[in-house]
């Protein structure tokens, strides 16, 4: 279903050591204090309360550390950003099952960019407030811009293009990549390891 802009409640996001301090509220303040061009960027203990969980990477149980655990995403009224933590690290990921639906509280201690997206990439002090959420998607109306980036969408379209792997060249299962077109705009890039899809299929994605 289609959802308005602002969704979610706010998120408090406090700076709570350190020289410099974020003084608005929320995961848009996070994502502005964000450089465009960053490698993994040390943050001051910035503290975020009442995100909400509204995507993971899948569970399995054949790792110490799932892949949930590691990769999530959580959004708030002003945004949403992906968190992609060092599962090799000891205590760097949530001492709690993370889903999807779940408020949580937790400190950054850095942040980073890849591929031009920005991402939380470390974090201690985790803490699970609440379950059982509602999460809204977003079903595009006009064209996705980069302030939907992480955004938890629904588009359905056709994908165009030969898709050619798109990975690094030594990747030994490599993702490949579509062009989506939604009905607005520019269509969306379209990445999958997925062997049932092909040019001028018919695709339905929902995600981050």
């Not at 998120?11 to 465009?36: F, R, Y």
């Not at 949403?80 to 690290?89: K, M, Q, S």
């Not at 999460?135 to 980069?146: C, G, I, K, N, W």
């Not at 994908?159 to 030994?172: F, T, Y």
Request: overall charge negative; aromatic content about 10%; glycine content about 8%.
């Amino acid at each position: 279903m289609a959802a308005p802009a602002k969704i979610y409640p706010k998120t408090n996001v406090i700076c709570t050591m350190g020289p410099k301090c974020w003084s608005e509220e929320g995961i848009g303040a996070l994502l502005d204090a964000i450089p465009e061009e960053a490698e993994e960027l040390p943050v001051d203990n910035l503290q975020i309360t009442g995100a909400l969980v509204i995507a993971t990477n899948y569970y399995t149980d054949r790792f110490d550390v799932p892949p949930n655990q590691s990769r999530f995403w959580i959004a708030d009224a002003d945004g949403a950003i992906e968190l992609f933590l060092n599962y090799r690290e000891e205590n760097a990921t949530p001492v709690f099952q993370v889903r999807t639906g779940q408020k949580i509280n937790f400190t950054v201690t850095a942040v980073t960019r890849y591929n031009g997206k920005p991402q939380i990439a470390a974090a201690t002090g985790w803490e699970l407030v609440d379950a059982g959420n509602d999460v809204y998607m977003f079903e595009p109306d006009r064209e996705l811009t980069s302030a939907d980036v992480h955004r938890l969408v629904r588009i359905t379209g056709t994908l165009s293009g030969d898709g050619a792997p798109c990975d690094r060249p030594d990747a030994e299962n490599p993702n490949r990549c579509w062009d989506l077109d939604y009905g607005f705009g520019q269509p969306a890039l379209f990445r999958t390891k997925s062997t049932f899809v092909s040019t001028g299929g018919c695709v339905t994605y929902v995600g981050p």
